[in-house]
C-alpha cells in the first residue's frame, strides 16, 4: 500500500470500540500479514515482530488483535509507535475498525514472546459494529497546532500529525526547531511516560506521511538537542525536497 493511502486515513480514522463478533476473512488477514512484512521502522536496527493473536488469547470485544513484540533498546518504545500506526492506517483505509490498546497484554501463559523481546503494544480490530470513519478534522477532539508547535511555517504539515491517536487522548508531542530541521519533544509525565513515548513514534508516523504527501523527504536522528523548558527530547527530523 502507498503512503498516500495510508496519509488519507489519517483525516478519517478514529477508535473502533464495538466489533461484529464474525472474524474477518482468510483473504483480509492474508492481506494485512503482507502489508505488516512491508512495515517501515523508526529507529534502524531494533528487532521487532508483529504476532495475530486469536480470540481467545487477550482480553479483547474485537475478533482480532496485533501485537508488537520488540528488542529493548534505545527508542524502542517509539519506534513501536511508529510501526503499529501504519498498521493502524492500513486497517482503517480498508474499512477494518481498529483501536490501540495501551495496557492489555496476551493473556499469561497463551502467547509466547519471540527470544529477546518483549510485548510492546497491542491493536485489536475487526469488522466495526459502529461508524469508523469520520467525516471532517472538525469531529476530532485535538489541540490547536500552536499548542503543539512554533514552527508557523510547519503547520501545513503538522495539521495531519496534530490528528494523531494517543493514549487517553494526551497529545504530549511539541514540534520546534525550523521548518527543515524540526526538533520532537513530549510532555513530561510519570504517569504516562512510557505510553507517551509509543505516541510520539505515532505523530513521527504521522509526520512522515504529511510530509511525503508534499514532497518531501525525512531523515530522522536521536542525539540529544536542545528542546523547549518541561519537555523531554524525543527525535530530530531533517526534511529535504524529494531528489
Ligand atoms: C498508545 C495508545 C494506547 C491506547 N490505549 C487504549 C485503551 O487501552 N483502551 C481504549 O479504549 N483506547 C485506547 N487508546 C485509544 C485512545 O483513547 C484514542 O486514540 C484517543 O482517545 C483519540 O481518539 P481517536 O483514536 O478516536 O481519534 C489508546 C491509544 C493509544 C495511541
Request: with cysteine; net charge neutral.
Amino acid at each position: 500500500m502507498d503512503y498516500e493511502v495510508l496519509y488519507d486515513a489519517i483525516f478519517h480514522r478514529r477508535s473502533v470500540r464495538k466489533y461484529d463478533s464474525a472474524p474477518l476473512t482468510d483473504q483480509a488477514i492474508a492481506e494485512l500479514h503482507e502489508f505488516m512484512q512491508g512495515v517501515k521502522p523508526l529507529v534502524p536496527g531494533i528487532k521487532t515482530e508483529f504476532k495475530l493473536l486469536l480470540p481467545g488469547d487477550i482480553k479483547t470485544n474485537a475478533p482480532h488483535a496485533v501485537c508488537l513484540y520488540s528488542e529493548k533498546k534505545d527508542g524502542w518504545r517509539m519506534n513501536a509507535g511508529f510501526m503499529m500506526e501504519q498498521v493502524d492506517l492500513y486497517l482503517s483505509a480498508d474499512n477494518i475498525g481498529a483501536c490501540w490498546l495501551g495496557m492489555t497484554k496476551p493473556d499469561k501463559g497463551k502467547v509466547a514472546p519471540p527470544a529477546g523481546m518483549e510485548w510492546l503494544a497491542t491493536l485489536c480490530f475487526g469488522t466495526p459494529a459502529q461508524p469508523m470513519h469520520r467525516e471532517g478534522t472538525e469531529q476530532f477532539n485535538r489541540k490547536s497546532l500552536n499548542e503543539i508547535s512554533n514552527v508557523t511555517d510547519l503547520y501545513h504539515v503538522l495539521e495531519a500529525v496534530r490528528l494523531a491517536p494517543s493514549a487517553m487522548n494526551k497529545q504530549p508531542w511539541f514540534f520546534s526547531g525550523s521548518a527543515e530541521h524540526v526538533v520532537i519533544s513530549r510532555k513530561k509525565s510519570l504517569m504516562l511516560d512510557k505510553l507517551n513515548q509509543i505516541d510520539t513514534g505515532i505523530a513521527l508516523c504521522c509526520l512522515m506521511l504529511a510530509l511525503s504527501h508534499q514532497g518531501k523527504d525525512v531523515k530522522f536522528s536521536f542525539g540529544k538537542q536542545p528542546v523547549p523548558e518541561k519537555q523531554i527530547f524525543m527525535a530530530a527530523a531533517e526534511i529535504t525536497a524529494r531528489a
